[in-house]
């Protein structure tokens, strides 16, 4: 079975509000990073490497629900520091009550978990986070999408002849199947080349990480028809192609309910036809070039070796890459869930930031492995005017097995 | 001081009874050894960057 990272606490099932205490246990729990002050989760936060905003920080927020317990303030007070989180996932590793202590106390920071719920619990209370109308439009093309597109949806795969069922199934997710559709059917063309049977759903179900924020029971429902259709599909195996469903699978939906079938990301599933020798990279494809690990994958999903195997297994790609622990508090900028509209100024910022980096190493192209990457650094890029073009691994691949 | 050593998953563990002020919450086993691999990962890091020797515990604690 697949890997999969459960950390839950159940203390967050209770809801904040402006005329809720806080419950004890949320309160000592929130305590202890408070009574933290090292301010790691700070410093390798790339938000607060840009606004120096210390209140959307992992202690700030915590901080903020301390005082909320204490009496000095209300949930509603939250809605703007509430935008001020990527949901990237690098302060709650790097908090020193996760990592040197975490499995040693059996209590560890999960500051996703808690951004998502008070983003949750000030929709609900009718004080959303600032900023959240943009985010609730995008959630409602999602929702018009699974009601009205129809074969839309599967439009990326017209001419490719999949069929919806096997023991592998490649799900796609509607950010792919919409926005990224290069992403998807490169690697369908790949999984074909290399000779694996496989198919893919023909109505899957919205996954998007905004409605986990807004509309908790409505997203699980989703996550459980796409599990159970996988499951009618006869899917053994599940290959994801965007890393934020890939966490979704791993980390977040078996909080919930059981899957019943191995998950693998994309990456991790082609470097294992290499190994085996399934796909061969007989082409040198030439290009100066780093690589950008997406939280998903490096802080959140231990998935970071995979695509550095595959560039290296490229010929002629002249690559110069900071290694996955530096990248901790990297991010493109678009963030886990809502951050890009809730705050796209400084999304941008977070991207600039990141593409600059890349111009340190004197790179042509940054590669990514992720279809929300290749969004935000194309908008950042476009923007910006900068030098350093983002291209898919999935792209280099493509062209490395010669396959059109 | 503890009377008897405990171990989760392979690792050193505080028994859950003792945790009576911070409460422990659902950890699994792989997400146990995420983050021992990325504390290994974490230290390795730390020592590559900034550490010019690694000073060794004297001959009589070892």
């Known amino acids: 079975m697949s890997k999969q990272f459960i950390s839950k606490k159940s203390i967050y099932d209770a809801p904040l509000g402006d005329d809720k205490a806080v419950v004890p246990e949320l309160r000592r729990d929130c305590y202890a990073v408070f009574a933290c002050r090292h301010k790691f989760c700070r410093d390798v936060c790339p938000v607060f490497i840009e606004e120096r905003d210390e209140s959307g920080s992992s202690y700030g927020f915590h901080a903020a629900i301390l005082g909320m317990a204490e009496g000095n303030g209300v949930l509603s007070e939250m809605a703007d520091t509430s935008q001020l989180c990527l949901e990237c996932g690098a302060c709650q590793l790097r908090c020193p009550n996760t990592l040197y202590t975490g499995d040693f106390y059996g209590q560890t920071t999960t500051t996703i978990d808690l951004v998502r719920k008070i983003r949750r619990d000030l929709i609900a209370q009718g004080t959303p986070p600032t900023n959240w109308d943009d985010v609730a439009r995008y959630i409602a093309e999602d929702l018009d999408r699974e009601k009205n597109a129809g074969d839309a949806i599967c439009r990326w795969a017209e001419d490719l002849n999949l069929p919806t069922s096997g023991e592998t199934m490649l799900f796609v997710d509607y950010f792919n199947a919409f926005q990224t559709t290069d992403v998807p059917r490169n690697a369908a063309k790949i999984l074909k080349h290399a000779g694996v049977g496989f198919g893919t759903l023909g109505k899957p179900f919205p996954t998007l990480g905004e409605l986990y924020e807004s509309d908790q029971e409505l997203w699980l429902a989703f996550g459980k028809k796409n599990v159970e259709s996988l499951q009618a599909a006869g899917a053994k195996t599940v290959i994801i192609t965007n890393p934020h469903d890939y966490v979704f699978f791993a980390n977040e939906y078996p909080k919930y309910f059981e899957i019943p079938f191995e998950v693998v990301y994309i990456t991790d599933y082609i470097w294992s036809l290499y190994e085996q020798g399934k796909i061969q990279f007989e082409n040198e494809v030439n290009l100066k070039a780093t690589y950008h690990d997406p939280c998903t994958l490096n802080k959140q999903t231990l998935s970071w070796e995979a695509p550095r195997n595959l560039i290296a297994a490229i010929s002629g790609i002249s690559f110069q890459a900071d290694d996955h622990v530096t990248q901790w508090d990297y991010c493109c900028g678009n963030g886990l869930n809502s951050f890009k509209r809730l705050l796209p100024d400084v999304s941008y910022k977070v991207g600039l930031k990141r593409l600059s980096l890349a111009e340190e190493v004197e790179a042509e192209k940054l590669i990514v492995a992720c279809p929300h990457c290749l969004d935000q650094f194309t908008e950042v890029q476009t923007k910006s005017g900068s030098s350093i073009e983002p291209v898919h691994i999935l792209d280099l691949v493509m062209q490395a097995a010669g396959i059109d | ?62």
């Open chain 2, 1 to 62: 001081m503890a009377e008897s050593i405990s171990s989760k998953y392979g690792h050193y563990h505080v028994e859950e009874q003792r945790m009576e002020k911070i409460l422990t919450q659902e950890i699994n086993e792989h997400e146990t050894e995420r983050i021992v691999r990325n504390r290994g990962e974490y230290l390795d890091w730390m020592n590559s960057h900034f550490a010019y020797k690694t000073v060794l515990a004297p001959e009589k604690y070892k």
